[in-house]
């Protein structure tokens, strides 16, 4: 006799039910937003449907405009179905930055595109804060946790206080072990940067230089000094006169950069030196240092992230900041919620997710940011 199939309670069991009307969901269902694009082959791969049956739903549910047809023979979906679940997902912020900010508003409206709530608190650039936001969160129940945090030393613990509640993690920009990581590939970043410092040079001052200024931030681990090794690798066998590097633990914020560059101009010679650094914030406090000591036009600076003080420093008539690489932190709000619904629904995803990045310069600035608005309200053109 063949074997009996388990009792449902749910709808699924129901004599009433009609199963092509099932089988049109269950192609509905695959479709997680009206941008997504999939074509027969991605809808038969996804839901095991026999083909001649998967192409006459799309074309019926096409025919009745709950679909739509685009980009040749792939089709997106004009409706927009509500998860049976109502998912919370926490976004523990670094600090109150630019950078921070621009994510948590990105977040923001993917939340709400995504029928997500969204629980936020802030970590203010502390172990201590980080780890008590984190059992706040635990007591509250959320369903996942995006972690901004730069403290490595304590990714482990926070790791575990969320293993043990049962809650994945994202972690942002700083990894954190069994968390799926979601930032730039840092040494890929590093490369850029060196090679717009190596043009930089080529242009003012005929590919020579004599330091490289590196501003580190060691308490976030070694992942993030890869921006850095990956920039002094490509310096390093540019065919150029010897240079002495110089490292400062800047902790990626601007003021103490600002005051360690100005003690180390304080007791070094007038050097050609190229800058760059963990990130904007850094590299704009370094470059305030040599304006400060009458040094300008013996440096060149790259910065990472392209955050918004970096692109007015961009559009100043003489900058010495050549360019920036951009991470676009504003995009990161739709892809951290698409990746968050993925580990909800237990969907097979990598260890790492790379944002993608470009070089912002004064040239190209105003292209990938054409409506910037700074301090005073001023846009500049």
């Given at each position: 006799?063949?074997?009996?199939?388990?009792?449902?309670?749910?709808?699924?069991?129901?004599?009433?039910?009609?199963?092509?009307?099932?089988?049109?969901?269950?192609?509905l269902r695959e479709f997680e937003d009206d941008q997504q694009m999939l074509s027969l082959n991605d809808i038969v791969k996804r839901?095991?449907?026999?083909?001649?049956?998967?192409?006459?739903?799309?074309?019926?549910?096409?025919?009745?405009?709950?679909?739509?047809?685009?980009?040749?023979?792939?089709?997106?979906?004009?409706?927009?179905?509500?998860?049976?679940?109502?998912f919370r997902i926490a976004y523990a912020s670094q600090t109150l930055d630019s950078f921070s900010n621009a994510v948590g508003q990105?977040?923001?409206?993917?939340?709400?595109?995504?029928?997500?709530?969204?629980?936020?608190?802030?970590?203010?650039?502390?172990?201590?804060?980080?780890?008590?936001?984190?059992?706040?969160?635990?007591?509250?129940?959320?369903?996942?946790?995006?972690?901004?945090?730069?403290?490595?030393?304590?990714?482990?613990?926070?790791?575990?206080?969320?293993?043990?509640?049962?809650?994945?993690?994202?972690?942002?920009?700083?990894?954190?072990?069994?968390?799926?990581?979601?930032?730039?590939?840092?040494?890929?970043?590093?490369?850029?940067?060196?090679?717009?410092?190596?043009?930089?040079?080529?242009?003012?001052?005929?590919?020579?230089?004599?330091?490289?200024?590196?501003?580190?931030?060691?308490?976030?681990?070694?992942?993030?000094?890869?921006?850095?090794?990956?920039?002094?690798?490509?310096?390093?066998?540019?065919?150029?006169?010897?240079?002495?590097?110089?490292?400062?633990?800047?902790?990626?914020?601007?003021?103490?950069?600002?005051?360690?560059?100005?003690?180390?101009?304080?007791?070094?010679?007038?050097?050609?030196?190229?800058?760059?650094?963990?990130?904007?914030?850094?590299?704009?406090?370094?470059?305030?240092?040599?304006?400060?000591?009458?040094?300008?036009?013996?440096?060149?600076?790259?910065?990472?992230?392209?955050?918004?003080?970096?692109?007015?420093?961009?559009?100043?008539?003489?900058?010495?900041?050549?360019?920036?690489?951009?991470?676009?932190?504003?995009?990161?709000?739709?892809?951290?919620?698409?990746?968050?619904?993925?580990?909800?629904?237990?969907?097979?995803?990598?260890?790492?997710?790379?944002?993608?990045?470009?070089?912002?310069?004064?040239?190209?600035?105003?292209?990938?940011?054409?409506?910037?608005?700074?301090?005073?309200?001023?846009?500049?053109?």
């Open positions: 006799m063949p074997k009996e199939k388990p009792k449902d309670d749910t709808a699924q069991s129901s004599p009433y039910k009609l199963e092509t009307v099932t089988r049109a969901c269950t192609i839901t095991g449907l026999e083909r001649t049956i998967c192409f006459r739903l799309l074309h019926t549910l096409e025919q009745e405009r709950f679909l739509r047809r685009v980009a040749g023979r792939r089709y997106a979906a004009n409706i927009r179905l509500l998860t049976q679940k109502r990105g977040l923001r409206w993917a939340a709400s595109e995504h029928q997500v709530d969204l629980v936020e608190v802030g970590n203010h650039y502390s172990a201590k804060t980080a780890l008590r936001n984190a059992d706040t969160l635990i007591k509250q129940r959320v369903d996942l946790v995006i972690e901004f945090q730069v403290y490595y030393r304590i990714g482990a613990q926070l790791s575990h206080l969320f293993e043990e509640a049962g809650i994945p993690v994202i972690a942002l920009e700083i990894p954190q072990p069994g968390a799926t990581f979601f930032g730039v590939d840092n040494y890929k970043v590093g490369v850029l940067a060196g090679k717009a410092l190596q043009q930089a040079a080529q242009r003012y001052w005929e590919g020579s230089f004599d330091e490289l200024l590196l501003l580190e931030v060691e308490i976030a681990g070694s992942l993030p000094h890869l921006r850095l090794s990956g920039a002094q690798s490509v310096l390093s066998k540019a065919p150029s006169n010897p240079f002495r590097i110089t490292h400062l633990e800047s902790r990626g914020e601007f003021l103490r950069s600002f005051e360690l560059t100005r003690k180390h101009l304080q007791t070094s010679p007038r050097r050609r030196t190229l800058i760059t650094g963990i990130n904007d914030f850094a590299v704009l406090g370094a470059l305030r240092a040599f304006d400060e000591a009458g040094r300008r036009d013996q440096c060149l600076a790259v910065g990472l992230a392209a955050i918004p003080e970096a692109r007015q420093e961009l559009r100043l008539p003489g900058t010495r900041l050549v360019a920036s690489v951009g991470f676009f932190p504003e995009r990161y709000g739709t892809t951290l919620v698409r990746l968050a619904l993925d580990v909800l629904q237990h969907k097979s995803l990598p260890p790492a997710v790379y944002a993608p990045v470009e070089l912002i310069t004064p040239q190209n600035v105003d292209r990938f940011y054409p409506k910037d608005l700074f301090p005073g309200g001023d846009q500049l053109k």
